[in-house]
């Protein structure tokens, strides 16, 4: 199929710029090096040309990612990044799984799910989940007391993320690294997993780096000590002509606004705001309806996860779809 | 099941006031004086609720909506409110079908689509869809002679509903008509389709309102001269608590930020921020892991298109699980 006969609004992802991405990151972190985030993508061919490079452990945010990454026979080494209150689901998975801890609560939750082993999830600055640094030793303890396999501790670094320049961005990742090697003498075991894609080069404390967004590449974190590029886009339709502005037929539902409003191709129009089904813009050169134009959402996540398929595009020919089957809770 | 069991993040009702609110609307705009709009909650189920209240003919925004409307037996009178280029899959449908047109691409579109009834879609002057008013009777002209039917005219004030005033925005809401009247003489027919929730009861002008978020309601447009009532929430659960602030398991996936940040129940605390699966908040008194919240997003319908599933929930307990079944386009 032709792009051009692509129904629209439709995620789409070029072929070339995501091999790249994929294949700069298996370069930089081979193998065990690099544990994917599938939050960032929700979709297992994905996962499955990630694991082909080599990265047979997976991160996860929801249950259901797990459940479907065990499904496709990628569960070699699961981690659920992220705190739980009932991990029974995760407990009966055919699957190595690895669940965060970072209370109390938490860990009963695992012994009852039957979940065997965690990580202690640290908080090393972002306000966010994980237990403070000098209490992550004694939460081991009594995981380890339960019966439970502590594989070391977890600290995601996402507050620095933001940090344009990469040397206030590789300070502040090493300030936070300071406080998960504390809590890694404490609780010991192998793993230190921390980082993301915009850490993936500085962060040389974790024996994993949780990068995600990098195969897709947010384009609000297209720094310039960052190799990896956009690589995926909202394919839509010009589906209204007025006299100063045009519409597109994506809008609120089909990409993320949560950093801001999306972008078209350079020199094809600014965007003045976006509706449920529609963003309607400016644009700098006559327009028709049936026009096509691509629409770059400023976040991957939440923009990949209100899509049921993700289509690889190779010049004008849609090469492959692929199902986004990792979606919801 | 009781809401305290239901796996979280989940989308929730409340029985009583979505029924409420349904009533509410009957009431004042019986029959076909209303026309819902299933954008705002992609549910067959709702929809056929609406339907039982007299509301026979729905209102959609994409041919998604459409077909499952008509698959479950709701079509009898379905419009199309948004322009499309290819209408194919709306020819085929079994239902009554009306599609927007503002343009003769769209109405060619119409044409070689098998569909047979059109409007004219007019701008009314929210920057978006619609022909200006007076090339709208040349249009209907060009309809007819292709040998489509043309029904009438709607024309969405969509600028108007940001206005918390009433007289002003009753003032804005006539503005806007007078333009759709004035096309309205140009182009005939019985329909003058335009509305919503802000402006069911200061249209008159129109012989069809096009509410949606009413039943739902966003929490962004409960002015006081409305009597609808938010119905709506993400149940979520704390999964994690630190010193100053706690992590809620509901982010950016599960709710809409286009309107701003959700809120917690009155005295439950103050949200700091939403990433992609977490809301962090500050609680106003103390929580622990595994206690339940209420998050109440901003705006209905970006955030229904979310979930797969609608709860209906009565005082504690879950009494209906529908399926957000018209979801994607």
């Known amino acids: 199929m032709k792009l051009a006969d692509l129904p629209t609004p439709a995620l789409v992802a070029d072929a070339e710029t995501l091999t790249f991405n994929l294949d700069t990151m298996a370069e930089a972190l081979p193998g065990r090096r690099m544990r994917p985030h599938v939050k960032a993508h929700k979709c297992t061919a994905l996962a499955r040309r990630q694991a082909a490079l080599g990265h047979v452990g997976f991160t996860c945010a929801t249950i259901r990612e797990l459940e479907g990454l065990a499904a496709a026979g990628l569960g070699e080494d699961l ?3 992220n705190e739980v209150l009932d991990a029974r689901r995760l407990g009966v998975l055919d699957a190595r799984v690895t669940v965060a801890i970072d209370s109390d609560e938490t860990l009963r939750a695992a012994v009852e799910g039957g979940v ?7 908080n090393v600055g972002l306000p966010r989940c994980g237990i403070a640094p000098e209490k992550a030793g004694a939460l081991a ?26 040397d206030r961005r590789r300070e502040a990742t090493e300030a936070s690294m300071v406080l998960l090697r504390q809590a890694h ?19 040389t404390a974790a024996t994993e780096i949780q990068a995600g967004s990098y195969a897709l590449m947010d384009r609000t974190f297209t720094y310039p000590d960052l190799p990896f590029r956009p690589s995926f886009w909202i394919h839509a ?20 606004m949560d950093h801001g409003n999306p972008e078209l191709d350079e020199g094809a129009g600014k965007v003045w705001f ?56």
């Open 79 to 81: 981690l659920l990044a």
């Open 116 to 122: 065997r082993e965690v990580l202690i999830d640290v």
């Open 141 to 166: 303890d009594r995981a380890r007391a339960a019966g439970l396999e502590v594989r070391g501790v977890m600290g995601y670094e996402g507050h620095v993320m933001g940090e344009g320049d990469v």
């Open 185 to 203: 003498e404490d609780v010991g075991g192998d793993v230190v997993s921390a980082g993301g894609t915009c850490t993936y080069a500085l962060n």
């Open 237 to 256: 339709s010009v589906i209204s002509v007025s006299e100063k502005f045009a519409v597109l037929d994506a809008g609120l539902k089909a990409l993320s």
């Open 274 to 329: 976006c509706s449920d089904e529609h963003t309607t813009f400016a644009p700098s050169k006559p327009v028709r309806p049936g026009d096509r134009a691509r629409v770059w959402p400023m976040h991957v996540d939440p923009t990949v996860a209100k899509h049921e398929r993700l289509h690889i595009a190779s010049g004008d020919d849609v090469i492959e779809t692929w199902e986004i089957d990792l979606r919801g809770w």
